[in-house]
């Protein structure tokens, strides 16, 4: 009886079935994306474990870029662009940011001072 006991148990290991609530953290990030009720796209973002992590974009509701950049642990962080829901640059968010908050004005918001 032992033997059939232990011949089901490295059966069941071999097939991935002992173990299997052992967490790993995700190798490939996972993009998540939402629609406005217009059907266009609203964001898209990559994600880790469900976090956002990598590369986020956001749409308004007309269809343009609203905004571009990296999430780092679900915090903005390094370059961002900004436009209007008419498509022009939007410096008064645009810029450099760390651990969620703007650091740097865009270069483009520096040279018009």
């Known amino acids: 009886m032992k033997l059939n006991k232990l011949l089901l148990l490295v059966g069941l290991a ?4 002992v173990g299997a609530t052992q967490t790993a953290r995700t190798v490939n990030p996972e993009a998540a994306t939402t629609y406005w009720a217009n059907g266009q796209m609203q964001s898209r973002m ?5 976090v956002p992590d990598g590369k986020a974009e956001r749409w308004h ?17 390094g370059a961002w662009q900004f436009w209007s829901a008419d ?15 703007r ?6 918001t520096n040279a018009a001072e």
């Open 61 to 77: 509701a007309n269809g343009s870029k609203q905004a571009e950049g990296d999430l780092s642990d679900g915090r903005m962080e």
């Open 103 to 108: 650091i740097e004005e865009s270069p483009a």
């Open 87 to 101: 498509g022009t640059p939007d410096p008064e968010r645009t810029g450099t940011y760390r651990d969620g908050q």
């Open 46 to 50: 990559e994600q880790r474990d469900g």
């Open 14 to 17: 071999g097939l991935g079935v």
